[in-house]
């Protein structure tokens, strides 16, 4: 995907604008995707089972991959993915910081990590490094760095650097549902309920809404002063809880790599 200039303009002044990132490139890094074959077929396939909620098969597959090519950036990227959905949150840190030091200027260990370190409460460090994903040319998710770099920004109440980031993701994928949801959080903390509803119409156009974006959805209308429009989510709400969709009120979550 091609970058605008605008939009990598955007995320380097936000960044040097809030002392979040310095505005240096790093050397190109020379282990990605690696060409071991085992390696790759196990990286696919933990990624896969990861999506499946196959965590330990996952896991395995992952440490395959790492053991087949110990310098592959995503080896080590698709370990520390697994090792956080268990919930052993400083072993997954270790591995995004391997893969970071293998590939110091690869877009997706940036971004893992620097996503990783957000969740961690570290705002300043993890918007630095997703600030340089965006800067790696052979990187194919820049959106995703982009969306990330706003959620961390929102749950740091750093509100004008969430929604510059999510502007611009926006500006590459308009129909980006995680940009979009960010957006409506962002002009509803800064009480702007009129605006949230426009972003958030915008992503229910893309299909149902999940029970935590319903749950926005109540907050938007209820700051919106339209009753109606809330007791209408509340009871889509009610259907998703009983169809085992359990709410989560939390910022919505980042994307992987």
């Not at 282990?31 to 965590?55: C, T």
């Not at 995004?96 to 030091?101: D, T």
């Not at 009480?191 to 949230?196: E, Q």
């Amino acid at each position: 995907m091609r970058r605008p200039e605008a939009t990598a303009w955007v995320l380097s002044a936000v960044a040097c604008a809030t002392l979040l990132a310095a505005c240096a490139t790093s050397p190109r890094p020379t282990h990605g995707l690696g060409g071991n074959p085992i390696a790759l077929r196990s990286i696919n396939a933990a990624q896969e089972l990861l999506e499946r909620g196959a965590l330990e098969q996952a896991l395995e597959q992952a440490r395959i991959a790492r053991d087949a090519d110990p310098r592959s950036v995503r080896a080590h990227v698709a370990e520390g993915q697994v090792l956080e959905a268990m919930g052993r949150t400083e072993a997954a840190g270790e591995s995004l910081a391997k893969a970071l030091a293998l590939g110091p200027a690869d877009g997706v260990a940036l971004n893992a990590r620097g996503t990783w370190l957000c969740r961690q409460g570290a705002t300043r460090e993890g918007l630095a490094l997703l600030g340089k994903a965006i800067e790696d040319p052979a990187y194919r998710n820049p959106v995703q760095a982009l969306s990330n770099a706003g959620n961390c920004a929102l749950r740091a109440d750093l509100l004008p650097t969430a929604e510059l980031n999510f502007r611009a993701a926006l500006g590459l994928a308009p129909n980006d549902a995680r940009s979009l949801v960010g957006m409506a959080h962002a002009k509803l903390k800064q009480g702007d309920a009129l605006g949230a509803r426009a972003f958030l119409q915008r992503r229910e156009a893309l299909g149902p809404l999940a029970a935590s974006e319903l749950e926005l959805a109540i907050r938007i209308e209820e700051g919106a002063g339209d009753a109606r429009a809330a007791g209408r989510y509340r009871a889509q709400l009610a259907t998703a809880v009983s169809e085992g969709a359990a709410p989560n009120s939390k910022t919505p979550g980042e994307s992987n790599p």
